[in-house]
């Protein structure tokens, strides 16, 4: 066999896929591929991989030339042509390879027999790392957390409404939080809307204007065909896209009047130094934490004035002023929302559809509160989001050393511009 350290003509070799994340791995397969001849590339175009793997590429087809064709053992690099599993057989067809190689999760019967019918030398390579370093593939990376941000709401939750927001105009406020910890399903950090951001970008969000880009996302969530026709709160689209401290003013519409924002470094390392987040158990399948809401006017306006006191406090850095606010705010919700603590399947038994008796573990959020707001640090509290499970987050008097006092206890990291 021709190589390209043997004095016979070297051999053309073909390899191709997608490289959206490119790793060690790749390049050790490349490496390896470069030792039967002149190496060539086929790159999925972006179209193809949204056809056949459901979503969009991390980075361009062009982003992904550039970078393959920068690695020293390719020769050279091309966007396949074509479509599907098969999409290099264009580029075969124009290169004339004398081997294609595929690595042991590439081989498929219908390569092997494009090969034979073409002449064309098939090689199946182990995936093997390079010497010293650790195994690589693009399906375990994929399986680390996606770097979309997730939010806070530390006050003014329900405003974004506006079944809520029709008795009295005000804020929420929220935080752009950096996902290093594990984000759970159903608990009040807007998961929902989060997933329905990696259906358009797996990994991370778009470099783009902030509040266009959580326009898009409220858009996209709240179609027109929603099956459930449940309106998602645009404080989730904003909270998630809009880097730092952030507040929106509702008035009677689902979109915001206006939005403010604060990346002012000190006042977010403050909040950073006085907020945790402790987990409690989720919010539960079926629960319910509209049933028996009771929105009045007054209880509207005890929620706008907490949160505007919850704003001034954190731009004087008041932690006193900050706490009163934080827990005057989680109180007004709980005063229109009380399945907020207390869900409808909050009963230990229910009778289904079928009339037989279904026995429902209780919701355990009243003692997780009564619990947490007893400890020492503790200065004021609330229930993410909805409520009814999930996290209790805590306005605390010092996160680093309540997290080493509590090692359950989340510390937090807003979001800067950039990131």
Same mark, same amino acid.
């Given at each position: 066999?021709?190589?390209?350290?043997?004095?016979?003509?070297?051999?053309?070799?073909?390899?191709?896929?997608?490289?959206?994340?490119?790793?060690?791995?790749?390049?050790?397969?490349?490496?390896?591929?470069?030792?039967?001849?002149?190496?060539?590339?086929?790159?999925?175009?972006?179209?193809?991989?949204?056809?056949?793997?459901?979503?969009?590429?991390?980075?361009?087809?062009?982003?992904?030339?550039?970078?393959?064709?920068?690695?020293?053992?390719?020769?050279?690099?091309?966007?396949?042509?074509?479509?599907?599993?098969?999409?290099?057989?264009?580029?075969?067809?124009?290169?004339?390879?004398?081997?294609?190689?595929?690595?042991?999760?590439?081989?498929?019967?219908?390569?092997?027999?494009?090969?034979?019918?073409?002449?064309?030398?098939?090689?199946?390579?182990?995936?093997?790392?390079?010497?010293?370093?650790?195994?690589?593939?693009?399906?375990?990376?994929?399986?680390?957390?996606?770097?979309?941000?997730?939010?806070?709401?530390?006050?003014?939750?329900?405003?974004?409404?506006?079944?809520?927001?029709?008795?009295?105009?005000?804020?929420?406020?929220?935080?752009?939080?950096?996902?290093?910890?594990?984000?759970?399903?159903?608990?009040?950090?807007?998961?929902?809307?989060?997933?329905?951001?990696?259906?358009?970008?797996?990994?991370?969000?778009?470099?783009?204007?902030?509040?266009?880009?959580?326009?898009?996302?409220?858009?996209?969530?709240?179609?027109?065909?929603?099956?459930?026709?449940?309106?998602?709160?645009?404080?989730?689209?904003?909270?998630?896209?809009?880097?730092?401290?952030?507040?929106?003013?509702?008035?009677?519409?689902?979109?915001?009047?206006?939005?403010?924002?604060?990346?002012?470094?000190?006042?977010?390392?403050? #909040? =950073?130094?006085?907020?945790?987040?402790?987990?409690?158990?989720?919010?539960? &399948?079926?629960?319910? !934490?509209? %049933?028996?809401? @009771?929105?009045?006017?007054?209880?509207?306006?005890?929620?706008?004035?907490?949160?505007?006191?919850?704003?001034?406090?954190?731009?004087?850095?008041?932690?006193?002023?900050?706490?009163?606010?934080?827990?005057?705010?989680?109180?007004?919700?709980?005063?229109?929302?009380?399945?907020?603590?207390?869900?409808?399947?909050? #009963? =230990?038994?229910?009778?289904?559809?079928?009339?037989?008796?279904?026995?429902? &573990?209780?919701?355990? !959020?009243? %003692?997780?509160? @009564?619990?947490?707001?007893?400890?020492?640090?503790?200065?004021?509290?609330?229930?993410?989001?909805?409520?009814?499970?999930?996290?209790?987050?805590?306005?605390?008097?010092?996160?680093?050393?309540?997290?080493?006092?509590?090692?359950?206890?989340?510390?937090?990291?807003?979001?800067?511009?950039?990131?």
């Amino acid at each position: 066999m021709p190589t390209a350290n043997s004095q016979q003509p070297i051999a053309k070799v073909f390899v191709s896929g997608c490289y959206d994340l490119l790793h060690s791995g790749h390049v050790e397969f490349f490496r390896q591929a470069s030792e039967y001849g002149d190496l060539y590339v086929g790159i999925g175009s972006d179209k193809t991989i949204e056809e056949y793997k459901h979503h969009k590429t991390v980075y361009s087809e062009q982003e992904r030339l550039f970078m393959v064709k920068s690695i020293r053992y390719v020769k050279d690099a091309f966007i396949n042509a074509g479509s599907g599993i098969m999409d290099f057989i264009p580029t075969v067809e124009t290169l004339k390879p004398d081997i294609l190689v595929v690595n042991e999760d590439g081989d498929r019967e219908e390569k092997r027999q494009f090969c034979k019918e073409r002449g064309i030398e098939y090689v199946v390579l182990a995936r093997v790392p390079h010497h010293g370093l650790d195994p690589r593939s693009s399906t375990d990376l994929k399986k680390v957390e996606s770097r979309i941000p997730t939010r806070l709401d530390l006050a003014g939750t329900w405003i974004d409404q506006p079944y809520v927001s029709c008795f009295a105009p005000g804020w929420a406020i929220t935080i752009s939080l950096e996902p290093n910890f594990e984000v759970r399903e159903r608990c009040g950090l807007s998961t929902s809307t989060r997933n329905v951001i990696k259906r358009i970008w797996p990994y991370q969000l778009p470099n783009m204007d902030p509040e266009m880009l959580a326009r898009l996302v409220f858009c996209f969530e709240n179609h027109p065909e929603r099956e459930d026709g449940i309106i998602s709160g645009a404080q989730d689209a904003i909270g998630i896209c809009v880097p730092g401290l952030c507040r929106h003013y509702y008035n009677n519409h689902f979109w915001p009047e206006k939005i403010e924002t604060c990346e002012d470094e000190d006042i977010l390392q403050w #909040l =950073e130094n006085h907020l945790v987040m402790i987990p409690i158990e989720p919010r539960k &399948q079926g629960c319910s !934490v509209v %049933e028996g809401k @009771d929105i009045t006017e007054p209880k509207v306006k005890a929620l706008a004035k907490a949160a505007d006191d919850c704003w001034n406090a954190i731009m004087q850095k008041d932690l006193k002023a900050f706490a009163e606010a934080y827990k005057a705010s989680f109180e007004a919700q709980v005063a229109m929302f009380p399945g907020m603590v207390s869900p409808s399947n909050s #009963l =230990e038994f229910k009778v289904d559809s079928l009339k037989s008796v279904q026995k429902v &573990q209780s919701s355990k !959020v009243k %003692e997780y509160i @009564d619990r947490w707001s007893k400890v020492s640090g503790v200065l004021a509290w609330k229930m993410p989001g909805a409520g009814g499970g999930g996290y209790l987050a805590c306005v605390v008097s010092d996160a680093e050393k309540f997290a080493l006092e509590h090692l359950e206890a989340i510390r937090l990291t807003i979001r800067r511009s950039g990131f």
